[in-house]
């Protein structure tokens, strides 16, 4: 059964602040994303791994960035925290089958609830 | 440009009646597509996926490419049914879209 934890539930940060989240999985998977999820507008892809040390943008990078120095660790970075990146941030792992990453199941943390104040 | 849509932010039905939830896509390959499913307090977790035309939970759904939809059907609904559902699109080496989702509520 695949796991995947986020380091917290929830989060609390003035703007301004660097806030990490971490997103680790056990079942070796080689890709990892990280979403964040708003009321209408569904998942929105901030950022990719699908190899240790290897990143791409997804869909909304601005304001993020992402390490993964490890296979089961992929961990987000708000270097300044703004009021605008309040939001629910979901991390997935999947396999890679061949192909681009973003094509398959996905498993998916918790989620970490994050407010700016 | 791959683009998934669910135009029913939510939807409400009775115990017992049918449901149908939308989703519509554009994209000019072949898709691969996924209904994704998140109960309250839990994670957000696969439903079914089109390629294994399989039925989970008494939910189907079929790939009309001709219509470009993708539209999850129940023939009666229960209150456990109720949760946010999302359509998802992938394809190979191409992108991986979300749609925006719908809350289904089933009401007693």
């Known amino acids: 059964d695949v796991k995947v934890t986020q380091s917290s539930r929830y989060l609390v940060k003035r703007t301004g602040e660097k806030v990490f989240l971490e997103c680790v999985q056990d079942m070796d998977h080689e890709n990892m994303f990280w979403y964040r999820q708003d009321p209408g507008l569904g998942l929105r892809l901030i950022y990719f791994s699908y190899d240790v040390k290897m990143k791409e943008k997804g869909d909304i990078p601005e304001g993020y960035s992402v390490s993964r120095e490890k296979k089961e660790r992929f961990s987000l970075i708000l270097e300044s925290a703004s009021t605008n990146q309040t939001s629910m941030y979901l991390c997935?792992?999947?396999?890679?089958?061949?192909?681009?990453?973003?094509?398959?199941?996905?498993?998916f943390g918790p989620g970490t609830r994050l407010t700016v104040t | 440009a791959q683009r998934v849509t669910q135009p029913e932010k939510l939807l409400s039905v009775f115990k017992g009646a049918p449901v149908e939830l939308k989703c519509n896509y554009s994209y000019s390959g072949s898709p691969e597509l996924f209904w994704y499913v998140q109960y309250s307090r839990q994670r957000l977790q696969l439903l079914l996926r089109h390629i294994s035309r399989e039925s989970i939970k008494g939910f189907t759904a079929d790939l009309n490419k001709g219509e470009t939809s993708f539209h999850l059907k129940k023939p009666f609904a229960q209150e456990e049914d109720s949760a946010m559902y999302y359509c998802a699109l992938g394809n190979y080496g191409q992108n991986f879209v979300f749609g925006p989702g719908t809350r289904l509520s089933v009401l007693p």
């Open positions: 997935a792992s999947s396999l890679n089958l061949g192909g681009h990453p973003r094509s398959y199941e996905q498993y």
